[in-house]
């Protein structure tokens, strides 16, 4: 089947999609390279059976999962029908992946911190989508990818929790045992998590008898915390498993020890629902001893200026506008004698910048329950002129480590609309004040500069 999909390098699919290098297939998919939009951005296109109802379900999928937005998630840009030869296909474009982690596997299992990165990313998607009433449907490592110095998760079969796929895929070795009698569920996806993490160090999908009893066989040394996960992920019973939130509180603090990482190479821990970057680079993509299969070179994903607001899936609405504007500098006064009329201001006053997306952060329950009273932390974020943070610094980091952590985490994924000055988008900073109650987190935004 490779064969006869790499013939079509080089057709353009509808007039807007060239296909460039094929990138593999599966007995009912196939991907290309291609290129998006009106700076030709490089992205990947994804073939797919034409299903009974001529597409109208993955279309609504693919519609309310593109207005979705997580760091963790692939962007989807656009979708629809096509023939190729004498067949009808769905299509689905999104962001491009360098590499996934299935591709690793084969040659070597995860260190333990690479598994620590790979649960702490993959266990804030599933948060965000199970808070949703979304499910991913197929957690596999193959759909765990790299896109630049980030792990993302395919984004094409994300569905409501109940629905069934009209694609009518064949069950795999990551479907939890219910999944044929109930249909996909975010206990579902608890279950492919826990096969994905066991294949991850063992390199293997079904170690042994013992792995549908939750009872999983793990290699000797593997930190207790995975031990732990996989056992609570792999229950016969949906109602046993952990969900994403307990997951995601035992590995509260690291799993790995401190005494297990160089003093030489900055490790960004984001407590909770975080992520772990080492030297700037996914931690399985540093190089590997000879014989050992990498991850590949790190290639930095072009960014996307947003255009449009963005619905944050976890809030339930759309993101806030900024609450508080820039001051407007005074206007200067005329030399006196030379003109009655003062000068012309060749310097047009900045319009302000608003918030796109607003990220709340994610706390456990039981950290929230030690409160009295507020805990108060303030994040000062630096943002390009595409609305990017990057960069947060501490303001204010209040009395707990904890919270103050959980606050940086949430600033690194704001998302803002740039404030402009003759139509031309501005770099700014903003301050963002996080209360933290038994109640939850509050936080409100206030634009520092320009």
């Given amino acids: 089947m490779s064969d006869a999909w790499k ?48 597409g109208q379900w993955s279309f609504q999928q693919w519609e309310r999962t593109s207005a979705i937005s997580h760091p963790h998630l692939l962007r989807l840009f656009a979708w629809g029908k096509c023939q190729l030869s004498e067949a009808q296909f769905l299509y689905v474009v999104s962001e491009f992946a360098e590499e996934n982690l299935g591709q690793v596997l084969p040659g070597r299992p995860l260190t333990a911190q690479e598994t620590e990165f790979m649960l702490h990313s993959t266990v804030e998607v599933l948060g965000y989508l199970h808070g949703a009433r979304l499910v991913h449907t197929r957690l596999k490592p193959a759909n765990l990818m790299a896109v630049g110095d980030d792990l993302k998760l395919a ?45 991850a160090l063992t390199q293997k999908v079904a170690p042994g008898a013992a792995f549908r009893e939750g009872q999983a066989i793990l290699p000797e040394g593997t930190p207790d915390t995975f031990l732990q996960i996989a056992r609570e992920c792999l229950r016969l019973d949906p109602e046993r498993r952990w969900t994403s939130r307990e997951i995601a509180a035992h590995l ?62 976890s809030q339930g609405q759309p993101p806030a506008a900024a609450l508080d504007k820039s ?82 985490a949430a600033a690194r994924r704001w998302r803002f609309s740039p404030p402009t000055r003759g139509g031309e988008a501005l770099a700014s900073s903003w301050m963002l004040r996080f209360a933290f109650s038994r109640e939850g987190a509050k936080v409100e935004p206030a634009q520092l500069s320009p």
């Fill in 7 to 54: 013939q079509w390098e080089g057709h353009i699919v509808e007039g807007r999609f060239p296909l460039r290098e094929f990138q593999g297939s599966t007995d009912h998919s196939a991907v290309f390279v291609t290129c998006f939009g009106s700076m030709q951005e490089k992205a990947a296109i994804k073939f797919l059976p034409v299903p009974g109802d001529g």
């Fill in 155 to 199: 984004s094409d079969s994300i569905c409501a929790a109940g629905e069934r796929n009209t694609l009518a895929l064949a069950a795999t070795a990551y479907d939890a045992p219910e999944f044929t009698a109930v249909g996909p569920s975010a206990a579902g996806d608890i279950w492919s998590l826990g096969v994905t993490l066991v294949e």
């Fill in 252 to 313: 509260v603090p690291a799993a790995v020890p401190r005494k297990a990482r160089s003093p030489l190479v900055p490790v960004a821990l984001v407590v909770g629902l975080g992520i772990v970057l080492v030297g700037g680079r996914l931690l399985w993509r540093q190089p590997e001893p000879k014989g050992n299969a990498g991850f590949g070179p790190t290639v930095v994903s072009p960014s996307v200026t947003p255009t449009t607001p963005r619905v944050d899936a």
């Fill in 327 to 408: 001051p407007e500098p005074a206007p200067a006064s005329g030399a006196p004698g030379v003109s009655d009329h003062p000068p012309a201001d060749p310097s047009p006053k900045p319009v302000p910048g608003a918030v796109l997306e607003k990220i709340l952060p994610s706390v456990s329950s039981r950290s929230l329950d030690t409160i009295t009273g507020k805990v108060r932390v303030s994040v000062k974020v630096a943002v390009d002129a595409s609305g990017y943070v990057t960069e947060t610094n501490l303001a204010s980091p209040g009395p707990s480590q904890y919270f103050a952590r959980a606050a940086l």
